[in-house]
């Protein structure tokens, strides 16, 4: 089980951090996992936003490059997203999922950035 948390309303140029803790049978092997950030904002596809791997490579889309930070807790069962000099247009609802074996959806939380 995926449940993301810590979205909320913040001003541009703010900042935010999610979790996303994993639950369950999974928990034993999460520190295998490669796991991803999503975002999905409103009309539009989800979209992968970050990524890290087991070994704790990062990768980042270029809209968000410099901004996010991604990273994670094995003890924890945790992922993180550190967002940075937020933007309008990172308002979306954030998932996290395991990036090439996805687990059922969590829902989400929402991001809304607004002055």
């Known amino acids: 089980q995926l449940v993301e948390s810590g979205g909320g309303l913040v001003q541009p140029g703010g900042s935010l951090r999610l979790s996303c803790r994993v639950s369950?049978?999974?928990?034993?092997?999460?520190?295998?996992?490669?796991m991803g950030w999503y975002r999905q904002a409103p009309g539009k596809q989800r979209e992968l936003v970050a990524s890290i791997t087991s070994s704790r490579s990062t990768t980042y889309i270029d809209s968000v490059r410099g901004r996010f930070t991604v990273s994670r807790d094995g003890s924890k069962k945790t992922v993180y997203l550190q967002m940075n000099s937020l933007k309008p247009e990172d308002t979306a609802v954030y998932y996290c999922?395991?990036?090439?074996?996805?687990?059922?959806w969590g829902q989400g939380t929402q991001v809304t950035v607004s002055s």
């Open positions: 369950g049978a999974i928990t034993s092997v999460f520190n295998t996992y490669d």
């Open positions: 999922n395991n990036l090439y074996q996805p687990l059922d």
